[in-house]
């Protein structure tokens, strides 16, 4: 087994949520460190202020999840290093001048249970999650041991490179505020050129197989997320039925009209309720529900339009049935597209790896990647960036409790990212 799959599989076996990362950063640090970098961790990464409160841990949770990531063998001087934030950061600096890129790399988990179950790769080879909720279902764990390759490549090649590359273990993907932290923290102020990898997208509308690689993607969609709390009245449902303000049932209507928005004919739209959670038992009318909401734009006004139909629906479900409301937003996370003039490098590093069969200039990812956050701050600066899709086979969508991947396409990834840096970063001979 290469050194990146067994990077995978440590961290595919204590996955860790956003913001509750520190196994993993603490991880990686040491390794990094063990490279040669002099890495920095946790608030001198990302940006604690720009961390919204819904994502916020107590200090009792941070503490609880500091001892976890020790007692499941973490360094106790890095996991101390985080002081408290999940995150590192390191740069190779050549001391030639030359440009300054950046590279994004996710560390976060998904929040559900793993199967336990012969003939799932995972199971069968010792490597399923050890932590309840948790489960790296998008890859994450793939693109860490790629982003730790990358590292330790280019310290071997730094000789032949100018300028600066930063690279970037970020938490916080799959929720909010991971990049947008980094961002915050200025760390992207100086970055001219920018590349994000991401195994299992699409091209031509079709999952990537092994042996494929899409160089760019720009069908990026916003994401907007809502906590929307529904307050009715208590009642029993066979006495004073009629004082009783049932927010199970507004919650219920809420969530279908939402789904019943039309789609947009400027581009990709999506709403999505993913959970409602209301009553107090069977016998009294339930006083109040809470939903999780999300909606997605391609372009600015598809995200307007779709956020406009759900507070429509919002306000009149609450008319009919006599309820109040609030909500928790979280924000949202930009939609974007890669820059084609990057996707010409990426395609010339793809050529290069006899791996890659198929070269698609580029792919689909028909969703949300806070990648855009950093991809449009470069763009900003006048830089260029793009999202690269990694072809692997899988034994299920992203996502899905029971995806795991090719491992083989790990080190052609890589290979492929060193390609592109060593192309923006060649030194004068």
Same mark, same amino acid.
């Given at each position: 087994m290469n050194k990146l799959? %067994? =990077?995978?599989? %440590? *961290?595919?076996? =204590?996955? %860790?949520?956003?913001?509750?990362? *520190?196994?993993?950063?603490?991880r990686v640090a040491e390794i990094l460190t063990g490279m040669g970098y002099e890495v920095a961790m946790g608030p001198d990464v990302i940006e604690p202020a720009s961390v919204g409160e819904p994502e916020r841990l107590t200090q009792e949770q941070v503490k609880a999840e500091m001892e976890r990531a020790v007692a499941q063998g973490a360094n106790p001087d890095f996991v101390a290093r985080t002081n408290g934030w999940p995150g590192v950061m390191a740069v190779l600096d050549t001391g030639r001048p030359g440009p300054v890129s950046a590279m994004r790399f996710e560390i976060d988990c998904l929040p559900y249970d793993e199967p336990q179950k012969a003939g799932y790769r995972p199971f069968d080879e010792g490597y399923l999650s050890c932590n309840p909720q948790s489960v790296h279902a998008c890859g994450h764990d793939g693109h860490?041991?790629?982003g730790l390759g990358i590292a330790g490549e280019l310290q071997k090649r730094k000789e032949h490179l100018c300028g600066k590359i930063k690279l970037f273990f970020q938490p916080a993907e799959e929720t909010f505020y991971g990049a947008q932290s980094i961002v915050d923290k200025g760390h992207l102020d100086d970055v001219m050129n920018f590349i994000a990898v991401h195994i299992a997208l699409s091209a031509e509308n079709k999952p990537l197989p092994s042996h494929t690689v899409a160089c760019g993607c720009r069908d990026f969609l916003s994401d907007r997320q809502l906590d929307v709390y529904? %307050?009715?009245r208590a009642a029993h449902p066979c006495g004073a039925s009629q004082e009783g303000r049932n927010a199970l049932l507004a919650a219920c209507s809420a969530a279908l009209n939402i789904h019943s928005i039309a789609p947009h004919e400027a581009g990709l739209c999506r709403v999505n309720v993913g959970e409602i959670h209301a009553g107090v038992c069977a016998n009294t009318i339930a006083p109040n529900a809470m939903m999780r909401i999300e909606y997605r734009g391609q372009y600015p006004e598809i995200s307007a339009y779709a956020g406009k139909r759900i507070f429509d629906i919002l306000d009149g479900t609450v008319k009919a049935y006599g309820l109040t409301y609030h909500y928790v937003d979280y924000g949202e996370v930009p939609a974007g597209a890669s820059d084609p003039a990057m996707m010409e490098i990426i395609q010339r590093a793809a050529k290069k790896v006899p791996w890659f069969e198929t070269v698609y200039f580029e792919g689909n990812v028909g969703g949300t990647d806070d990648a855009a956050v950093m991809l449009t701050k470069v763009q900003q600066n006048g830089g260029i960036g793009t999202y690269v899709g990694i072809g692997a086979d899988t034994t299920g969508p992203v996502h899905n409790p029971e995806f795991d991947f090719d491992e083989d396409c790990l080190p052609a990834a890589m290979e492929l990212c060193l390609n592109a840096l060593e192309e923006l970063h060649a030194a004068e001979a």
């Open positions: 799959s %067994e =990077y995978r599989r %440590e *961290f595919h076996k =204590y996955p %860790e949520n956003g913001w509750h990362e *520190f196994r993993t950063s603490a860490t041991a790629i529904l %307050e009715g």
